[in-house]
């Protein structure tokens, strides 16, 4: 009997890693193929940045968004100051950025969000909302590149995520890592099988008429992988705009990065209880994939939680000769042998996507062959996670102030 349970949840968690292995190999298909074409300069943005004690590094950001190669009739840049101690506001509008008082109490991204979204709803100039967060620097040709994606048709659409700092250290390199893989293997194959791309935080757009429609309604740690979910149950892809660039500060701290890793997994799971149901439900009727990869999404701390296990349980049936007849067991009895291969193709894919996103392999060393520790301590995340209770929004401190030239070096 014991056997049984374990084969059919090796079978889940199998079919799981499956499914994600195999679509990310549309990636490949006309790897060099723009995914839109360019367009005349025709809507206007309104450019958002909620901030909360970012005065080191808010002017970076508002001066290479005044820098764009775009129209300058054509967007506005808003900062949104909510629960500052410090002079972000007074350093964003000396850079150049226009302020909007947050005159509510506000606890997240989300929250923010939310108020400014209401506080423009009647004006009539604004075609699409653009996100970033206030640590990050642009690329000149974002908003060129995201009004290709309106003229196109598409109402949501969410930039390429680059880092400002790769080689820091080991854990700015694997968080990299891990964004550049996500860019190429999930948002970038979804967008050649017909499928959808993910909000992932900052970088994203999406039109004015949505939020119109359905307002901005978010409830968990994570208002950007809901909102995906949301967009999905509305039957509305997320554009991925590979040319779309914003360059992220990524933690170099092994403390922060576990708190930022905690709010996104308990954010995976609030989402996961909230919307899974719809999700399938939307699927079963529609076929809309979208709706299927958003709630394999939000498995995903369940998923590492149960391999997991099952590796412990697998150890425990060796111990005790308990025989069993699967594949992972066959490979698992080579030992070291197994894992090191493992390990070894987790390296040659960080080692594709380093160079794919021709950044310095040297550079990034300690990332590339640390990444798979980094995703190793995600696993007592999530354990902590599937028993905490709602944890409050933490902001993350930014530091590295650093202008578009410096990062383009």
């Not at 350093?91 to 400014?116: H, N, Q």
């Not at 992988?225 to 500060?249: H, N, P, S, W």
């Not at 899974?276 to 939000?298: E, V």
Request: charged fraction near 25%; glycine fraction near 6%.
């Amino acid at each position: 009997m014991i056997q049984f349970i374990y084969y059919i949840l090796f079978i889940i968690s199998l079919a799981y890693g499956l499914y994600f292995f195999v679509t990310g190999f549309f990636g490949f298909k006309n790897i060099n193929k723009k995914l839109l074409k360019k367009h005349k300069p025709k809507h206007k943005f309104a450019v958002l940045i909620a901030s909360r004690n970012e005065e080191g590094v808010i002017e970076h950001l508002v001066k290479s968004l005044l820098q764009q190669d775009y129209p300058k009739d054509l967007y506005d840049v808003y900062v949104i100051p909510n629960n500052c101690t410090d002079d972000t506001e007074k350093v964003a509008k000396k850079a150049g950025a226009e302020i909007v008082k947050c005159t509510v109490p506000t606890k997240s991204k989300g929250d923010v969000l939310k108020f400014t979204l209401e506080k423009f709803s009647k004006r009539k100039d604004i075609d699409a909302y653009v996100v970033f967060d206030a640590d990050n620097v642009v690329h000149p040709e974002f908003l060129s590149r995201m009004n290709d994606a309106l003229c196109e048709g598409y109402k949501v659409a969410q930039g390429f995520r680059d880092s400002k700092n790769p080689g820091d250290n080991w854990i700015s390199g694997s968080y990299s890592i891990f964004y550049w893989i996500q860019n190429f293997f999930f948002s970038k194959a979804r967008m050649q099988m017909g499928g959808s791309a993910s909000i992932n935080g900052t970088g994203f757009m999406f039109k004015k008429e949505i939020v119109d429609e359905y307002g901005f309604n978010t409830y968990t740690l994570t208002e950007d992988v809901e909102f995906t979910a949301q967009c999905a149950l509305r039957g509305i892809k997320v554009m991925f705009v590979e040319d779309a660039i914003t360059y992220d500060e990524q933690p170099t701290e092994f403390k922060v990065s576990w708190k930022q890793r905690k709010r996104w997994s308990l954010g995976n799971i609030q989402c996961f209880r909230r919307y899974s149901k719809d999700l399938f439900r939307t699927y079963s009727k529609t076929g809309f994939l979208p709706c299927w990869d958003m709630l394999l999404s939000f498995m995903a701390p369940y998923i590492q939680v149960l391999a997991t296990i099952l590796t412990f349980v697998l150890i425990l049936f060796k111990i005790f000769n308990i025989e069993l007849y699967d594949v992972f067991s066959y490979m698992y009895a080579y030992g070291l042998l197994f894992f090191l291969l493992t390990y070894i193709g987790n390296v040659i894919i960080n080692l594709f996507v380093v160079k794919y996103n021709q950044k310095n392999v040297k550079e990034i060393m300690s990332g590339i062959l640390l990444f798979s520790l980094f995703m190793l301590t995600w696993v007592p995340i999530n354990f902590i996670c599937l028993f905490k209770k709602d944890m409050s929004w933490e902001p993350i401190k930014h530091k590295r102030g650093m202008g578009i030239d410096e990062v383009n070096k």
